[in-house]
């Protein structure tokens, strides 16, 4: 029924039969696996002062770029926590956040990329900015 749509943003379950679909639609950018790996370190080694630190079992980066520019890379919005559950992933978003941004004060602005997110949960997606 929803397969025609080839909405990435589409599913259904059927918890009695124990089945699941999830939409899906072709992207014309996908990067495999490795690929992912290589822009990321193309990112770090040529773009970002001192590094990357990693957060939510390394799905969200941070560095600076520039002149007290902020860099934040996300590569999902789900799998952040060891904890299984939209809480604990939320918790753990929000207490990385917090020690990215706390004596970060002088950032003069903030780049958010998310070129390369393979997919995830609306609520952490949406707590990036409010974070």
């Given amino acids: 029924m929803i397969e025609p749509l080839q909405d990435s943003h589409t599913g259904l379950e059927a918890q009695d039969i124990k089945a699941k679909f999830d939409g899906w639609r072709n992207d014309p950018h996908h990067l495999e696996r490795d690929d992912r790996k290589k822009a990321g370190w193309i ?52 207490r990385s956040l917090d020690a990215i941004f706390d004596g970060n004060e002088k950032l003069k602005g903030l780049v958010i990329d998310v070129r390369l997110n393979h997919r995830g949960d609306d609520p952490l997606g949406i707590e990036i900015p409010r974070g």
């Fill in 43 to 94: 990112i770090e080694s040529k773009y970002v002062q001192g590094g990357l630190r990693a957060y939510c079992k390394g799905h969200v980066h941070f560095g600076i770029v520039g002149n007290a520019i902020g860099y934040l890379w996300v590569t999902t919005f789900y799998d952040y926590a060891e904890v299984e559950g939209h809480i604990a992933e939320l918790e753990c978003l929000q």
